[in-house]
């Protein structure tokens, strides 16, 4: 591997790629196989299309296909362009896409085919110079276009500050807010997960295979996952889904799978998992969601495996890590990786004690430049030395691991006392019958907002409410006891398997 003087993370990707180019970078599950080769001529074919349009300096290209190969390669060649990615979630409509192409001005839209008929209506209204689908099965006019340009480019200078993309956060509370991450956030990021999770060079013996069942809309999938192979040149089996049967097929060809939550409830309770299908596996990543204790132990019961979990969002990449040596502690997300800076502080800004709760503060190289045309909400959310303010709460064991306790704006005051959700959410977890469940607040004329839990039975359980809260009752104190328990058959999550409690708190709060 030679020295990298080129800030683009395209730089370091190509730096880092197998000496023996035609080994596989990207499995399919139908027999589809693209070497290093084939991926670095294919973004060169890209990044010439990209640069034939003339688009301008700093251009962003606004991308919501479906999960291909292709796809990633759109990313690979805008970075290598030198332009600015931006991923929108594939569950995205009408109302949502035309704030984006507003908001942040694409020169650029890449849309799956059969969504081209209402996107390119509002591309052309938002002044969208150039429209063009992907679909990975059937190539589509991005692929066609770029067929005949040349499979040779210079990737383009970039400085590690300069921005390389924008990820807009989920907007439950308000405006959609738009990240800006550098090339630098994201080089630092990903060399410091390599280490930090004990990545094994993919051309040397016993090298890693990803096993990559992620979206690639979303920091997750598209930059955990497909960085840490990428950088370290590791095969990546490439599913376009999660798909149970699929992922328990391809384990014993894998050594490293990244997920969410709901895959791992869906993993530990498959009756095919155990110790031999999971014999050449390395590690087990979960993020984006917290995971369950039950869970935790379940999946360590079947496969000898203890998932490692990690703490990160979209402004930041990652923050904290269980360590991949050493004890990785269920229920939490473990320390700052190296190089970044994590604390805890309650409402006058001074750092908490040990179980104390407060708001998590964070500094480091990967914490992005700030928000997409919004510099005063951006000063906002910086504190005077520089920290950003995550908007989760957490608070530090004795020993130093993290557990976020929930978001700010989860947190409920009710009649003058602060409830923290995920604490009761923790004793309603524990109880007999009980899958999972979510705790909100309510309006509430007499306490500003009464406590009500939202609570999914296990399979062929029966729940009652009156149950639950004299059980709580005996358990925590009053002003925590929940007013009402409502039981459901599933809670409403999106695609990467947070629970949308703004959507319990509108079905419930009436």
């Keep these: 591997m030679g020295t990298v003087t080129n800030g683009n993370l395209y730089a370091l990707v190509e730096a880092r790629m197998p000496r ?14 693209y070497t290093w080769d084939d991926l670095e001529r294919a973004t060169a074919k890209l990044a010439n299309l990209l640069r034939s349009l003339r688009l301008p300096l700093g251009a962003r290209v606004a991308v919501q296909t479906e999960k291909s190969p292709e796809a990633l390669m759109l990313y690979l060649a805008t970075l290598r362009a030198g332009y600015v990615f931006l991923p929108l979630n594939t569950a995205y409509q009408a109302a949502e896409i035309d704030y984006f192409l507003a908001d942040a001005q694409p020169s650029l839209v890449v849309c799956s085919p059969q969504n081209a008929h209402w996107i390119e ?30 499979d040779r480019f210079d990737t383009v200078r970039r400085e590690p500050d300069d921005l390389a993309a924008i990820l ?19 080089t630092s990021n990903a060399l410091v997960l390599q280490a930090y999770w004990g990545w094994r060079r993919g051309d040397e013996p016993g090298g890693d295979v990803l096993l990559h069942a992620l979206p690639i809309f979303h920091v997750h999938g598209l930059f955990v996952a497909s960085h840490g192979a ?8 490439w599913l376009p889904r999660f798909d149970l049967a699929e992922v328990l097929r391809q384990l014993p060809r894998s050594t490293v799978f ?30 984006s969601a917290p995971l369950l204790v039950e869970t935790h132990r379940q999946f360590e019961q079947r496969t000898g495996h203890r998932i490692l979990e990690r703490y990160g969002m979209s402004e930041t990449v990652m923050l904290t890590s269980n360590p991949y040596d050493g004890e990785r502690r269920p229920g939490t997300v473990g320390f700052a990786l ?3 800076s994590v604390r805890v502080v309650d409402e006058h800004g001074m750092r908490c004690a040990p179980e104390q709760i407060g708001a998590i503060e964070v500094e480091g190289p990967n914490v992005f430049k700030g928000y997409w045309r919004m510099p005063e909400k951006t000063r906002e959310e910086f504190t005077a030395d520089g920290f950003f303010r995550t908007g989760d709460l957490g608070k530090f064991d004795a020993r130093g691991y993290l557990s976020i306790v929930g978001r700010s704006k989860d947190l409920i005051i009710s009649g003058g006392y602060n409830v923290y959700p995920k604490e009761i959410e923790g004793f309603i977890d524990e109880m007999p019958g009980v899958a999972e469940s979510a705790v909100i607040g309510v309006p509430h004329r007499d306490f500003g907002e009464a406590v009500t839990a939202v609570v999914v039975p ?3 359980a029966e729940l009652d409410e009156a149950a639950i809260i004299a059980e709580l009752r005996a358990r925590i104190a009053g002003f925590k006891v929940p007013k009402r328990v409502h039981i459901v058959d599933e809670l409403p999550r999106n695609s990467m398997g947070k629970v949308q409690k703004n959507m319990l708190r509108e079905q419930f709060g009436r």
């Design 258 to 287: 990244m997920g969410v939550p709901t895959m791992y409830v869906r993993l530990a309770d498959a009756p095919g998992l155990d110790r031999e299908l999971v014999r050449n596996m390395r590690l087990f990543v979960s993020g």
């Design 168 to 186: 807009y956060t989920s907007g439950t509370t308000g405006r959609s807010k738009g990240a800006m991450l550098t090339h630098g956030n994201m």
């Design 458 to 460: 296990r399979p062929g």
């Design 230 to 237: 990428l950088v370290n040149g590791s095969k990546m089996i």
């Design 338 to 340: 190296p190089g970044v």
């Design 20 to 33: 023996d180019r035609q080994r596989c970078a990207i499995e399919t599950p139908d027999g589809l196989y």
């Design 121 to 150: 209506p509002l591309a052309r209204r938002r002044r969208v110079a150039h429209l063009l689908t992907l679909d990975g099965a059937r190539g589509g006019t991005l692929i066609e276009a770029g067929a005949p340009e040349s």
